[in-house]
């Protein structure tokens, strides 16, 4: 097994691991009022706590990746566990382009059209900086087959995009890892 997939196989048992009392509550897999997304694994630094911007795509679509590339905002909604965004087009987050053969992965982005959904519960998890709680997004489906988590890995430009990585996928690509990340909730301020 290389070296960086089992960093990322012990990071990943580590995050079960949890310092801080989380509530014993089930939040809403609703959330009206906007916030942004943070990704979180501090097991690599060039990633963790980097915000998720939009990048405009022609059409309407909204691809995701790290800052500082993209456009940052603070308008993101959650309806029905869909993450959301409702100007200037309603789009909503999914999973079906630029599929990747080598490391299994399907690119994750934000459109108006009905491709298959990305679907989210939202949990309550620690910051790994601060052991404070914190609500996060945890990945439930693409659209009906359930499992999988969202990954993040290098693409051109020094940019990281947000990519879906299905249950039991075992492929990975040491010189572009999509590396799994927690997605914390900010709340617009």
């Not at 942004?36 to 980097?50: D, F, G, K, L």
């Not at 359930?146 to 940019?159: F, K, L, N």
Request: with cysteine.
């Amino acid at each position: 097994m290389p070296t960086s997939h089992l960093r990322l196989l012990l990071a990943s048992a580590a995050a079960v691991v949890t310092a801080c009392d989380l509530p014993g509550d089930v939040p809403s897999n609703n959330i009206p009022d906007g916030f942004a997304v943070q990704v979180q694994n501090a097991s690599y630094p060039e990633i963790h706590n980097r915000m998720m911007n939009l990048w405009e795509s022609g059409g309407g679509d909204q691809h995701l990746f790290l800052s500082p590339a993209g456009n940052a905002t603070s308008a993101l909604t959650l309806v029905g566990g869909i993450i959301t965004l409702n100007e200037p087009l309603l789009i909503r987050a999914v999973i079906n382009g630029e599929y990747e053969p080598a490391d299994n992965t399907t690119k994750m982005f934000m459109t108006e059209r009905g491709d298959p959904r990305a679907i989210y519960d939202v949990a309550y998890g620690c910051n790994p900086d601060t052991d404070a709680v914190q609500s996060e997004l945890a990945f439930r489906a693409r659209d009906v087959l359930e499992g999988g988590h969202i990954c993040v890995r290098p693409t051109s430009g020094d940019r990281h995009e947000f990519r879906y990585s299905p249950p039991g996928n075992t492929a990975w690509t040491p010189d572009r890892p999509c590396i799994q990340v927690t997605l914390a909730l900010v709340p617009a301020s």
